[in-house]
């Protein structure tokens, strides 16, 4: 049996609780605009949206890196700018659940696209899917706005010629963190 589909099936399914029913539609749009927001401003190197959409003890785990603070996430990110140009960061299938007053977990594939190289220019094969994975984000509500406090990517799949090491592939494609979420 795959296991990476089965984790996320898991996961989907350990989401449905009658806690559910304490968020609003609204609620639901703000959780899924926050994701979509952080990638938006990843791709635009918009530090200070990321700061805004951050919680301030925010956490960051995958394979390829564990961030304990927004400003570690955004140091990194500096220090590898480059990689970031022609790059876009898209979320699908987002499903939003409730953990109880507050608090809300946000599941999606996360699906990464090349559209140009670092220089600007369209090459043949572009645009094209250069990775993708499972996001796993906490959300809590703060002072009446809703922040990310954590998120989780795991079941990383990167395409070999933006990875050649077939090792660390293989790792980035383990499963990171199998806690539960609050």
């Known amino acids: 049996m ?7 099936a898991g ?16 609620d639901r ?7 979509q927001s952080l990638e938006l401003a990843v791709d635009s190197r918009d530090f200070e949206a990321m700061r805004n959409i951050l919680a301030t003890d925010w956490s960051h785990i995958a394979a390829f890196g564990r961030y304990n603070t927004p400003d570690e996430f955004i140091t990194d990110i500096q220090r590898q700018n480059e990689l970031f140009d022609g790059i876009r960061h898209q979320h699908v299938n987002i499903v939003v659940r409730s953990q109880g007053h507050d608090r809300a977990v946000v599941l999606s594939y996360i699906i990464v696209v ?3 190289d670092p220089e600007g220019t369209v090459q043949d094969g572009m645009p094209r899917i250069i990775g993708h994975g499972v996001s796993r984000d906490e959300a809590e509500r703060q002072n009446g706005t809703w922040r990310l406090v954590r998120r989780i990517i795991d079941q990383t799949s990167v395409l070999p010629s933006m990875l050649p090491d077939a090792d660390l592939r293989h790792r980035f494609g383990q499963v990171v963190a199998t806690e539960a979420m609050p």
């Open 29 to 35: 749009l703000a959780l899924i605009d926050l994701v």
């Open 2 to 8: 795959n296991k990476h589909v089965f984790h996320a």
């Open 11 to 26: 996961l989907l399914g350990a989401y449905g609780s009658q806690a559910e029913q304490t968020l609003t539609a609204d």
């Open 114 to 116: 090349q559209v140009s």
